[in-house]
T-cell receptor
Framework: AQKITQTQPGMFVQEKEAVTLDCTYD???????LFWYKQPSSGEMIFLIY??????QNATEGRYSLNFQKARKSANLVISASQLGDSAMYFC??????????????????FGKGTKLSVKP | DTAVSQTPKYLVTQMGNDKSIKCEQN?????MYWYKQDSKKFLKIMFS???????INETVPNRFSPKSPDKAHLNLHINSLELGDSAVYFC???????????FGEGSRLTVL
């Protein structure tokens, strides 16, 4: 079953406008983390923003904010005042902590399929 | 200073060959990962590893094996390459179970 769903394969936004990229997730854990990454055409993965499941406030980082609705299991990314350089693939991801045999905790990120954002001048 | 570095960035090889991709991180993290990004941009975890335990995604063929000479390195070895192995492979690291993953620049593997 898909754990992270991004329903928008592609989005267009006019420069200087705000845009919301959707992300819903599926987990039965109480403790988890939600992440957004940007991948420009050059290919690198750039971390944007993080939201912990126990965080009461929505995360913000500059022009990025995360609209976290826990009951709906959604973690939408809002980009304000879009710039041409925002054109990229955007990935939502979730970490579910996993208790290891040695007693520590690991947790790789599970990614959604991504949304390609294009900013129009 | 690059935090997570991978070599080579590009690798073109013939089917049936064996190849390796190296990864090094200078962040002092204790957990490293390998992800595969296919032609549709889907990112899938292959391995996660710290110096205590290796987690292998069950869908990864056993032709793929991670090798860690020390805490700062996690190399990826691929035996008997197949056409379907063509992809971009990303190495990443994080502190144990927490925080964001820091990714390398990716290694594009093309199998002919």
């Amino acid at each position: 079953a898909q754990k992270i769903t991004q329903t928008q394969p592609g989005m267009f936004v006019q420069e200087k406008e705000a845009v919301t990229l959707d992300c819903t997730y599926d987990t039965s854990d109480q403790s988890y983390g939600l992440f957004w990454y940007k991948q420009p055409s050059s290919g690198e993965m750039i971390f944007l923003i993080y939201q912990g499941s126990y965080d009461e406030q929505n995360a913000t980082e500059g022009r990025y904010s995360l609209n976290f609705q826990k009951a709906r299991k959604s973690a939408n990314l809002v980009i304000s005042a879009s710039q041409l350089g925002d054109s990229a693939m955007y990935f939502c991801a979730m970490r579910e902590p996993r208790v290891m045999n040695y007693g520590g905790s690991q947790g790789n990120l599970i990614f959604g399929k991504g949304t390609k954002l294009s900013v129009k001048p | 200073d690059t935090a997570v570095s991978q070599t080579p960035k590009y690798l073109v090889t013939q089917m049936g060959n064996d190849k390796s991709i190296k990864c090094e991180q200078n962040l002092g993290h204790d957990t490293m990962y390998w992800y595969k990004q296919d032609s549709k941009k889907f990112l899938k975890i292959m391995f996660s590893y710290n110096n205590k335990e290796l987690i292998i995604n069950e869908t990864v063929p056993n032709r793929f094996s991670p090798k860690s000479p020390d805490k700062a390195h996690l190399n990826l070895h691929i035996n008997s390459l197949e056409l379907g192995d063509s992809a971009v492979y990303f190495c990443a690291s994080s502190q144990e179970g927490a925080g964001e993953l820091f990714f390398g620049e990716g290694s594009r593997l093309t199998v002919l």
